[in-house]
């Protein structure tokens, strides 16, 4: 019984990563960055805009990045550049 259980957490565990393009709800996400993770099209999102990612793995329009959008890393909140300024709109 125990092996069945450790074969089941390992392939729950290994369909998991699988889908580890979806977004993390409440962080803020290029859509450059949502299109490289592969489960969006370049037709569906804008490169350069800003998106939120909510609890069901949808996500809604921040704003549009006018000086382009910059992918800060997982775990991080995305953000828009700002023209001659230290780099990143203000996060929180």
Do not use: W
Request: with cysteine.
């Amino acid at each position: 019984m125990v092996k069945i259980l450790s074969i089941f957490v390992a392939a729950f565990a290994a369909s998991h990563v699988a889908d580890a393009g979806e977004c993390t709800p409440g962080l803020k996400y290029c859509g450059k960055t949502l299109i490289q993770y592969g489960n969006f099209e370049p037709d569906q999102l804008a490169a350069n805009f800003l998106y939120y990612c909510h609890p069901n793995f949808a996500v809604s329009l921040i704003q549009r990045c006018g000086f382009g959008c910059a992918s800060r890393g997982v775990g991080k909140n995305d953000a828009c550049y700002r023209p001659l300024a230290r780099g990143f709109d203000k996060e929180d």
